[in-house]
């Protein structure tokens, strides 16, 4: 009698590459052309340069998802190359950026969603209120399993990404030389320009490695994250580069700066009125594409780190359906909060949330670092088999990664690095606490 075969994973490659997808191309994508225009195509040269860096990000994730996929992605890979204390600051920092990213993309999709309701009172608390319905309802959605976050991520990435590549294709033939000099009206030094855009610009990056955290349901992990990964970073890339050349090219300067939804604009002056309201609609599906995406990376980081006694034992719960229901509405209670604070206070709250999307993209900085370092430890562990100290064939793209990581870190300024340090020391008692009540587990050391 021949043992029953394993059930099919509900994750293959096409819905992975969704993922990435779904989750790079999101409210930091949508609003980037605008604040890209004082620097003119310095912006652009941001644009390869970080997609060089990005792609190598890339490579290192899919090395190591091709040789130990795991739940949890960055935590696992940084707990098995250097111990459950790192291991738990990259969960924690990875954490505290998806839940503080979350109200951004909330927001951006209840601003496009209501300007298709002209009636609608211009009320802060019918925005807020809109995007809190949508942060529970993709929430609600994922307490489903993977298998209908993933369904809907395929679906909602074929919807919105069709409109931008006809933006960054088609869209070229619109352009106008006159409005694509001077080359840098900044007037800051190249590589000041470049220094100051590298957080801006990172920031709609993030999200490359989000095919290597749910690996428990990826079907054969070792195979499809590393091309999901390369294939979906590209993407991604592409399409950013060519957007912003076919934005900056369409529309004045001085007009683009000011512009509060720059591809709208763009897809008006191409195509008519009718492109614009296509634009938005691609805009909003995109939006909850990004916050389903980012909702199950939510719940799994911690899952995994749960799993390990590293992360409270209420995100270790599982509902019936599999999902780590308890978690993510522990996760969605603090993104609501913040929500609320930057919906509806005051200047003073603006700015401390504008700190905190800074914050989103340094804390991912600590994570990618980590993870390139693991690429490090993982050759050490090769030479200590014998064989002589050797570079490996993804060092190089390690140590780029690694270079530039620490270069959105500079970027990203004094405050949001300081902030991040905080948060990390803070971090500090819990892990203290939580190890003293569960010991630890035997690591899994790269193989």
């Given at each position: ?20 997808i ?35 990000i ?31 600051m990259?969960?924690?920092t ?13 927001l ?32 609600l ?51 000041g ?49 060519f957007?912003t ?57 911690p ?43 005051g ?33 050490r ?27 959105v ?39």
């Amino acid at each position: 009698m021949t043992a029953a075969a394993a059930p099919p994973k509900p994750l293959g490659l096409v819905t992975c590459i969704c993922l990435i997808i779904g989750n790079v191309v999101g409210a930091g994508f949508y609003l980037s052309p605008a604040a890209l225009a004082p620097f003119g195509m310095v912006a652009v040269l941001g644009w390869f340069l970080l997609a060089i860096g990005a792609m190598c990000i890339g490579i290192v994730f899919a090395r190591l998802s091709s040789i130990s996929p795991a739940t949890g992605g960055p935590y696992a890979f940084a707990r098995q190359a250097f111990g459950p204390l790192s291991g738990f600051m990259v969960a924690w920092t990875y954490w505290i950026s998806i839940w503080a990213s979350l109200p951004a993309i909330a927001l951006t999709l209840a601003g496009y969603l209501l300007a298709f309701f002209p009636g609608a009172p211009k009320d802060p608390w019918m925005t807020v209120g809109v995007a809190l319905a949508a942060m529970w309802a993709v929430g609600l959605l994922s307490f489903r399993g993977t298998a209908t976050v993933g369904s809907l991520q395929r679906w909602a990435v074929a919807l919105k990404i069709l409109p931008f590549i006809a933006v960054g294709t088609i869209g070229l033939f619109w352009i106008r030389p006159e409005n694509l000099v001077p080359l840098n009206p900044s007037g800051m030094p190249v590589m000041g320009a470049l220094s100051t855009l590298a957080p801006l610009v990172m920031f709609a990056f993030l999200g490359i490695e989000s095919a290597t955290v749910p690996a428990g349901d990826v079907d054969n992990p070792k195979v499809t994250i590393p091309r999901a990964t390369l294939i979906g970073t590209g993407v991604c890339a592409l399409l950013y580069i060519f957007c912003t050349i076919a934005v900056m090219g369409v529309i004045p300067r001085e007009a683009l700066a000011a512009s509060s939804s720059p591809f709208t604009d763009a897809a008006r002056v191409m195509w008519g009125p009718w492109a614009a309201t296509l634009m938005g609609l691609a805009v909003v599906i995109s939006s909850f594409a990004a916050l389903n995406g980012w909702t199950l990376l939510l719940g799994q980081v911690p899952l995994a780190a749960a799993r390990d006694g590293a992360f409270p034992r209420v995100f270790n719960r599982i509902n019936a359906k599999g999902a780590p229901a308890a978690g993510v509405a522990v996760s969605l209670s603090f993104s609501s909060v913040l929500l609320v604070l930057q919906g509806t206070g005051g200047q003073a709250l603006a700015a401390a949330y504008e700190v905190l999307v800074q914050l989103s993209t340094t804390a991912n900085m600590v994570p990618y670092i980590f993870c390139t370092m693991a690429e490090a430890m993982l050759v050490r562990s090769l030479v200590d088999r014998g064989g002589g100290w050797r570079i490996g064939p993804y060092t190089p793209a390690a140590v780029i990664a690694f270079g530039f990581s620490v270069w959105v870190v500079f970027g990203s300024g004094a405050t949001a690095a300081m902030w991040t340090l905080i948060l990390m020391f803070l971090a500090l008692p819990i892990y203290v606490v939580l190890a003293r009540r569960r010991p630890e587990p035997a690591l899994e050391p790269f193989t």
